[in-house]
């Protein structure tokens, strides 16, 4: 689809890279040429998945832990890449979410998902930002989102909440950063089944409605996604600026996906809050 070595040359941080759309993501970047560097917590999760990706497309891929939500360790990990060269691109990914009554989150609860997903992608774009000022380096924020950021989403507020933020980030570093050569772009992914999200969204019981339920009859295939980041994070994309992508089928248009949910029983609740504390 792309002219082969279309991110040659480019530098570019996943955040959550070591698994589902981060790593489907990155996996394209290095087959369009690029060096991929992953982070997350897990270690050994995104050893395995670096060592595949090595394996399979002999491209330079290296690992980073790093959580996120902790600005500190965020400016840890930037200064030793930059050590060893400039990033040219960030991938704001990393993301949590579960469903729950919003009325029954502790504050600790929220603060779970208004973390990583806000403030790790705040901290990660600083971070990113900066030293491209400083420097006089271009550079691209692609930032993973939502279409609760068109829609809202009852049940999963704080990701909603945490996603329309980063949106706004988007838009208003567009302008801010875009006269020092920096670009904001977004992109709002439909349904894309993957362990991380099916296990936190889609527990037992749950309505199954989400590909019959789209327009297009099918949720999203990773390879969609990651040919569309691709395109963004690219110079052919090099006019396209603090602008969130819609790839959802046109779902968002129909439901925001989560109106099943309204139909649970106090019963379904419960079991769902039981389940949690077992671990
Ligand atoms: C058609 C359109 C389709 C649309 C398609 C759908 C689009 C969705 C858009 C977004 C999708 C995604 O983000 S998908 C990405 C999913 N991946 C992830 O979430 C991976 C990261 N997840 C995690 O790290 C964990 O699962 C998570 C619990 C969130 C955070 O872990 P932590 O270790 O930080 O947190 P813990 O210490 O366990 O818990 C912190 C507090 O949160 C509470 N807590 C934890 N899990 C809870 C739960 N399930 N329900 C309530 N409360 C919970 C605990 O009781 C604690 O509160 P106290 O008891 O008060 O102490
Ligand atoms: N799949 C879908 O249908 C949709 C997904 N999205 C978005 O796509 C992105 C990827 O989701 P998906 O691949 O499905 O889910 P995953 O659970 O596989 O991805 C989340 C990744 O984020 C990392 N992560 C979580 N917390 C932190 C942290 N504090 N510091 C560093 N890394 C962290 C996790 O690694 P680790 O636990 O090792 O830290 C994991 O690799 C998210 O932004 C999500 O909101 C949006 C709409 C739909």
Known sequence: MFEKGLLKGKRILVT?????????????FVELGAELIIC?????????TAALMRADLGGKVSVARCDI???????????????????????????????????????R???????????????????A???????????????????????????????AMA????????????????????????????AFPTPGASGQLR?????????????LGRVGEHGELADLASFLISDRAGYINGEMVV??????LRSSGAEDLLQWTDAQWEKQRAARSKG
Request: aromatic content about 6%; some cysteine.
């Open 40 to 48: 997350g917590r897990r270690l050994e999760l995104l050893e395995q």
């Open 69 to 107: 939500r902790d600005g500190a360790a965020v400016d840890v990990m930037m200064d030793a890449l930059w050590r060893e060269a400039p990033l040219d691109v960030l991938v704001n990914n990393a993301a949590a979410t579960f469903i729950a009554q919003t009325e029954h989150l502790s504050f």
């Open 247 to 252: 790839l959802d089928g046109g779902s968002h």
């Open 16 to 28: 959550g890279g070591g698994s589902g759309l981060g790593a489907a993501m990155g996996r394209r």
């Open 163 to 190: 996603k329309s933020a980063v949106l706004a980030m988007t838009k208003s570093l567009a302008v801010e950063w875009g006269p020092k050569g920096i670009r904001t772009v977004a992109i709002a992914p439909g």
């Open 129 to 159: 930002g900066k030293r491209w000022i400083e420097t006089a380096h271009k550079g691209v924020v692609l930032s993973i989102l939502s279409t609760s950021t068109i829609t809202g989403r009852a049940f999963t507020v704080p990701s």
């Open 203 to 215: 527990p037992e019981g749950r309505d199954e409605g989400w590909a019959s339920k789209n327009p």
């Open 109 to 127: 609860a929220a603060d779970a998902i208004l973390a990583p997903t806000l403030h790790g992608a705040m901290y990660c774009t600083l971070a």
